[in-house]
């Protein structure tokens, strides 16, 4: 997290929010991507990505590239979005997803959270990973 991330004041993983909120956050982040600076969206998603996703994907710049690939651009300033009701299995939830463009032209993912258990994030809901579903 940058310190103009944190300059910003924007939202930071935190044992009091919901898996529900954890997406819903990453979603008002994505929508407005460069508000209020460049890619302070993509920076808000990958604050809550996991330590496993980080490990895959690397440094943020890393992160910012697969966001903006053509499987995850519809995220960034999309429209209008819609949620499924989350599907919570113990530290495991999940919640569909899906993000209309100016053009209509609807994407469905699936986010998939887990709650971890130790270290400094212990008892934060982070995701494991967003997969698309159509």
Same mark, same amino acid.
């Given at each position: 997290?940058? #310190?103009?991330?944190?300059?910003?004041?924007? @939202?930071?993983?935190? @044992?009091?929010?919901?898996?529900?909120?954890?997406?819903?956050?990453?979603?008002?982040?994505?929508?407005?991507?460069?508000?209020?600076?460049?890619?302070?969206?993509?920076?808000?998603?990958?604050? *809550?990505?996991?330590?496993?996703?980080?490990?895959?994907?690397?440094?943020?710049?890393? *992160?910012?590239?697969?966001?903006?690939? #053509?499987?995850?651009?519809?995220?960034?300033?999309?429209?209008?979005?819609?949620? %499924?009701?989350?599907?919570?299995?113990?530290?495991?939830?999940?919640? #569909?997803? %899906?993000?209309?463009?100016?053009?209509?032209?609807?994407?469905?993912? #699936? *986010?998939?959270?887990?709650?971890?258990? %130790?270290?400094?994030?212990?008892?934060?809901?982070?995701?494991?990973?967003?997969?698309?579903?159509?």
């Amino acid at each position: 997290m940058t #310190e103009q991330y944190v300059n910003h004041g924007l @939202p930071r993983p935190d @044992p009091e929010l919901s898996p529900e909120s954890v997406v819903q956050l990453q979603l008002d982040a994505l929508r407005v991507n460069d508000e209020p600076y460049a890619d302070s969206g993509i920076e808000t998603a990958f604050v *809550f990505a996991s330590p496993a996703v980080r490990s895959v994907v690397g440094p943020f710049e890393r *992160f910012a590239s697969v966001v903006r690939s #053509e499987r995850y651009e519809p995220l960034i300033d999309f429209d209008r979005v819609g949620t %499924t009701p989350i599907e919570r299995f113990g530290d495991d939830a999940r919640q #569909e997803v %899906t993000v209309v463009d100016g053009d209509g032209h609807e994407t469905v993912y #699936e *986010f998939r959270l887990s709650r971890r258990v %130790t270290g400094k994030l212990a008892g934060c809901w982070l995701t494991e990973a967003v997969v698309v579903l159509a």
